[in-house]
T-cell receptor
Framework: DSGVTQTPKHLITATGQRVTLRCSPRSGDLSVYWYQQSLDQGLQFLIQYYNGEERAKGNILERFSAQQFPDLHSELNLSSLELGDSALYFC?????????????FGQGTRLTVV | AQKITQTQPGMFVQEKEAVTLDCTYDTSDQSYGLFWYKQPSSGEMIFLIYQGSYDEQNATEGRYSLNFQKARKSANLVISASQLGDSAMYFCAMREVQSGNTPLVFGKGTRLSVIA
């Protein structure tokens, strides 16, 4: 158990809908990362938050947004969903901004858009 | 920009044998970290081993060791005494740390199948 909790584990929704994925980082970790894993694109970095502030942005679509709350949990909001958004979405956390430790991954949320 | 290349889409290994999974990387930073993750069919990402760019010795964690060749920019994972439970996708990843941690960049992965 990595200590990172993601909910829900599975999500099936229709095109055009909006969903929210939730991530609780390991206790004490300030940095949260979101990744998308799809068959054609592999593992891609979406966005990073550190202590409530957006820190880095990757290949995140404008239809997607995220935030990190004062209790450090994070939510990834996906709207106007398309079939191509079906993927495994991972959240990872790490303690600080400058450390050489691994990022701890949650078990992922498998999103299926039908 | 940082880049990770894993050239082996799939590998087979006999149980109890050793196997090497290849990883090469590209970065202009002097300070970076290299990681290997295992992803079984259940989907979770399991951290295996870490190597820092300034670490002089190759990292080892149980049956996993990282063959770090800095001049060649390679960070191969060696799994000794393979077990059936080692069958999974393996991802090499990298993070630049010179100016604060950058997010992990992953390779496309290698699917390892262990044969009894």
């Amino acid at each position: 158990d990595s200590g990172v909790t993601q909910t829900p584990k599975h999500l099936i929704t229709a095109t055009g809908q909006r969903v929210t994925l939730r991530c609780s980082p390991r206790s004490g970790d300030l940095s949260v990362y979101w990744y998308q894993q799809s068959l054609d694109q592999g593992l891609q970095f979406l966005i990073q938050y550190y202590n409530g502030e957006e820190r880095a942005k990757g290949n995140i679509l404008e239809r997607f947004s995220a935030q990190q709350f004062p209790d450090l949990h994070s939510e990834l909001n996906l709207s106007s969903l398309e079939l191509g958004d079906s993927a495994l979405y991972f959240c990872a956390s790490s303690p600080t901004l400058v450390d050489h430790t691994e990022a701890f991954f949650g078990q992922g949320t498998r999103l299926t858009v039908v | 920009a940082q880049k990770i290349t894993q050239t082996q889409p799939g590998m087979f290994v006999q149980e109890k044998e050793a196997v090497t999974l290849d990883c090469t990387y590209d970065t202009s930073d002097q300070s970076y970290g290299l990681f290997w993750y295992k992803q079984p069919s259940s989907g979770e990402m399991i951290f295996l081993i870490y190597q820092g760019s300034y670490d002089e010795q190759n990292a080892t964690e149980g049956r996993y060791s990282l063959n770090f060749q800095k001049a060649r920019k390679s960070a191969n994972l060696v799994i000794s005494a393979s077990q059936l439970g080692d069958s999974a996708m393996y991802f090499c990843a990298m993070r630049e740390v010179q100016s604060g941690n950058t997010p992990l960049v992953f390779g496309k992965g290698t699917r390892l199948s262990v044969i009894a």
